[in-house]
């Protein structure tokens, strides 16, 4: 499992690592009973301090996407994976999220989705 932080990108890494442990899980890329890195492995790894990823556990745990277990780490609970349907809808939402805040940012939609192709592809 690949894990992220981009400090640049104005998102509390904590939500960060929330996020893409969450749409991971989602999308069955990460199968229900999967171990997760324990808290200090992954803060180490991403160097962050172990409270952002104790954060990050914690609220996955309480909206379903982990278990926790003394002397047996974190690992994925089980969940439904998303069909296609629910995979475009949070698309389709991450989309409009993304192109309000860039509105409000006052980008213009070009150098909005210059920006989004960055981060799919790389620099050019």
Do not use: K, N, W
């Amino acid at each position: 499992m690949i894990i992220e932080v981009d400090p640049g990108s104005g998102l509390a890494p904590y939500e960060q690592i929330r996020q893409q442990v969450s749409l991971m899980i989602d999308s069955g890329t990460v199968p229900a009973g999967s171990r997760l890195p324990s808290i200090r492995q992954l803060a180490g790894d991403l160097g962050l301090a172990d409270g952002t990823v104790a954060r990050a556990y914690r609220e996955l745990e309480q909206q379903g996407y982990l278990t926790s277990r003394v002397g047996r780490g974190t690992t994925t609970a089980m969940r439904p994976t998303l069909d296609q349907e629910q995979r475009q809808r949070r698309l389709r939402q991450a989309a409009h999220e993304y192109a309000t805040t860039a509105s409000q940012l006052g980008f213009t939609a070009e150098l909005a989705l210059a920006a989004m192709h960055r981060q799919l592809f790389g620099p050019s």
